[in-house]
């Protein structure tokens, strides 16, 4: 199965600031990836799709990039309600397999 | 508007089995994709099982194929998975997901304990 490192596994920042996140796939996934918000005992919600394209609502201050093994989740300034967990999710290959997620935390 | 309401969650022992329902509105359930996914306590996402939109092709991931099987019922907009000889490591949350290669939309979940 094809595996998803995220990184880091926590990043300190203020509002205001910028965060990029990483994804790191271990094989191609083409443009087959996405990456979802979790709030504390909330489900999932979907960011970005096909690598750079934002989901139905999703401000503009979240954005995606990447293609093949490494991908990026960039929020470009930072909201108190950002502070919370990513995921990164392939769907290139089968399983559909998940990143360990990264927290992100205010300094 | 979308909706996706677990149930059928609950404590069950290590061999025994369950089945969850996920009941969907707001979408056009019967050409849509769907899938459920897993929670681990204080752990990450774990895809389980998902079904497609028109062929009704059912797919697992490998820890779970062979007792875990996933269905529909296009009549009543739900969708199923039918869990059986559970282990304590299937001990989760279960999402169930408006899924087209990446979970579109989600429900809430309900939680699954297995013990002794």
């Known amino acids: 199965e094809i595996v998803l490192t995220q990184s880091p596994g926590t990043l300190s920042l203020s509002p205001g600031e910028r965060a990029t996140l990483s994804c790191r796939a271990s094989?191609?996934?083409?443009?087959?990836l996405g990456w979802y918000q979790q709030k504390p005992g909330q489900a999932p919600r979907l960011l970005i799709y096909g690598a750079s394209n934002r989901a139905t609502g999703i401000p503009d201050r979240f954005s995606g990039s990447g293609s093949g093994t490494d991908f990026t989740l960039t929020i470009s300034r930072l909201e108190p309600e950002d502070f919370v967990m990513y995921y990164c999710?392939?769907?290139?290959?089968?399983?559909?397999?998940f990143g360990q997620g990264t927290k992100l935390e205010m300094k | 508007e979308m909706q996706l309401l677990e149930s059928g969650g609950g404590l069950v022992q290590p061999g025994g089995s369950l089945r969850l329902s996920c009941a969907a509105s707001?979408?056009?359930?019967?050409?849509?994709?769907m899938a459920w996914v897993r929670q681990s306590p204080g752990k990450g996402l774990e895809w389980v099982s998902g079904?497609?939109?028109?062929?009704?092709?059912?797919y697992y991931t490998d820890s779970v194929r062979g007792r875990f099987t996933v269905s529909r019922d296009k009549s009543k907009n739900m969708v199923f998975l039918e869990m059986n000889s559970l282990r304590t490591e299937d001990t989760a949350v279960y999402f169930c997901?408006?899924?087209?290669?990446?979970?579109?939309?989600w429900g809430q979940g309900t939680l699954v304990a297995v013990s002794s």
């Open positions: 079904v497609s939109g028109s062929s009704e092709r059912t």
């Open positions: 997901a408006k899924w087209d290669g990446v979970g579109q939309f």
């Open positions: 707001g979408f056009s359930f019967s050409s849509n994709g």
């Open positions: 999710q392939q769907y290139g290959g089968s399983p559909r397999t």
């Open positions: 094989e191609s996934v083409s443009s087959n």
